[in-house]
């Protein structure tokens, strides 16, 4: 079992920076990979970063590559997504989750096994 607890969401203006946390618990937290999903109303949820289990490896959607950095402390069980120059469309529930026993780290909300009750991102113009 794993528990995610997502925080930092919140408004701000366009161009600005919000950083997100997932914090986690239960199983070995540098055990699995973990990804950011969101989800804005009327939309299916998308994929927005993930990191590998011990952090070699990130990858980004297009949409956010250069503005998005995803970045994980095993010591705090923490995976942090740092956003700048956010912009209106980046608006939406940002989730965080955890995709266990990973050899190639997913894009698709469907490789995931674990999901936090996710934090409110809105950006105003």
């Known amino acids: 079992q794993v528990q995610l607890v997502e925080s930092g969401g919140g408004l701000v203006q366009a161009g600005g920076s919000l950083r997100l946390s997932c914090a986690a618990s239960g199983r070995t937290f540098s055990s699995y990979a973990v990804g950011w999903f969101r989800q804005a109303p009327g939309k299916e949820r998308e994929f927005v970063a993930a990191?590998?289990?011990?952090?070699?490896?990130?990858y980004y959607a297009d949409s956010v590559k250069g503005r998005f950095t995803i970045a994980r402390d095993n010591a705090k069980n923490t995976v942090y997504l740092l956003m700048n120059n956010l912009k209106p469309e980046d608006t939406a529930f940002y989730y965080c989750?955890?995709?266990?026993?990973?050899?190639?780290?997913?894009?698709?909300?469907?490789?995931?096994?674990?999901w936090g009750q996710g934090t409110q991102v809105t950006v105003s113009s």
């Open positions: 989750a955890a995709q266990l026993g990973a050899v190639v780290v997913g894009t698709s909300p469907y490789d995931y096994d674990y």
């Open positions: 990191i590998s289990f011990r952090g070699a490896r990130t």
